[in-house]
T-cell receptor, first 116, second 110 residues
Framework: SAVISQKPSRDICQRGTSLTIQCQVDSQVTMMFWYRQQPGQSLTLIATANQGSEATYESGFVIDKFPISRPNLTFSTLTVSNMSPEDSSIYLC?????????????FGQGTRLTVV | QKEVEQDPGPLSVPEGAIVSLNCTYSNSAFQYFMWYRQYSRKGPELLMYTYSSGNKEDGRFTAQVDKSSKYISLFIRDSQPSDSATYLCAMSLDLNKFYFGSGTKLNVKP
C-alpha cells in the first residue's frame, strides 16, 4: 500500500491569489495524479505528473492555471493560480501502485479549497 | 453522455439491510472496475477491485461486473452505521486513467 500525505488539508483564499498543494508519498511511484472533486460531482482528473517530464493535462485544464511540479518519485505539487470562486473544490492527489496480483489507486485526504 | 453514470442518492437504509449500489458505463473497453468509499472530509479509499467480468467477495462486500450490460454493482450485506459514506465507482482501460461516478451517498440508520 501507499500512504499519501497531502497539505494543506484546507484553506480559504482570496480571489486572484495562488495556492500550492503538496503531496508526499511514502514510497517511490512513477505516476502521480491530481484530481478535482467539486460538490456533488465525480472526481475529475486534472493532470498526470510524471517524474522528469512535464505533466500531461486533461481537456479543460491548462498548465498556466494549474502548474504542477514533480521533482522526484515521492513528491508533487499542484498550484491553483489566479483563483476565482469557481475554483472552490476539493483537490486530491493519487498514486497507482502495481503489484503482481493487484493494482490499487490510493488517494490523499484532499485539500478543501474555498475561494472568497 | 458521461463515461460513468451513478445514482447520487442519498440512499437511506436500516441497520442490517442489504444495500445495492450500481453504476453504468458507456465505454466497452473498460477492463478494470473499482469501488471506493469516501467518508466525510476524507479521501477515497479502495474497497473492491475487479478485473473484467464476474463477481468478487470480500467479507460483507460483493462486487459484480456485467460487461455485456455495461453495469457494475456493489452489495453490502448486514449493513452497519459505520458503512454510512459516499461510495464511488471507478473504471479504467489500462489503469493509467480512471473514470469516476459521481458517488452515491449511503446512510445506514441504527
Amino acid at each position: 500500500s501507499a500512504v499519501i500525505s497531502q497539505k494543506p488539508s484546507r484553506d480559504i483564499c482570496q480571489r486572484g491569489t495562488s495556492l500550492t498543494i503538496q503531496c508526499q508519498v511514502d514510497s517511490q511511484v512513477t505516476m502521480m495524479f491530481w484530481y478535482r472533486q467539486q460538490p456533488g460531482q465525480s472526481l475529475t482528473l486534472i493532470a498526470t505528473a510524471n517524474q522528469g517530464s512535464e505533466a500531461t493535462y486533461e481537456s479543460g485544464f491548462v498548465i498556466d492555471k494549474f502548474p504542477i511540479s514533480r521533482p522526484n518519485l515521492t513528491f508533487s505539487t499542484l498550484t491553483v493560480s489566479n483563483m476565482s470562486p469557481e475554483d472552490s473544490s476539493i483537490y486530491l492527489c493519487s498514486v497507482v501502485t502495481r503489484q503482481v496480483r493487484n493494482t490499487e489507486a490510493f488517494f490523499g485526504q484532499g485539500t478543501r479549497l474555498t475561494v472568497v | 453522455q458521461k463515461e460513468v453514470e451513478q445514482d447520487p442518492g442519498p440512499l437511506s437504509v436500516p441497520e442490517g439491510a442489504i444495500v445495492s449500489l450500481n453504476c453504468t458505463y458507456s465505454n466497452s473497453a473498460f477492463q478494470y472496475f473499482m469501488w471506493y468509499r469516501q467518508y466525510s472530509r476524507k479521501g477515497p479509499e479502495l474497497l473492491m477491485y475487479t478485473y473484467s467480468s464476474g463477481n468478487k467477495e470480500d467479507g460483507r462486500f460483493t462486487a459484480q461486473v456485467d460487461k455485456s450490460s455495461k453495469y457494475i454493482s456493489l452489495f453490502i450485506r448486514d449493513s452497519q452505521p459505520s458503512d454510512s459514506a459516499t461510495y464511488l465507482c471507478a473504471m479504467s482501460l489500462d489503469l493509467n486513467k480512471f473514470y469516476f461516478g459521481s458517488g452515491t451517498k449511503l446512510n445506514v440508520k441504527p
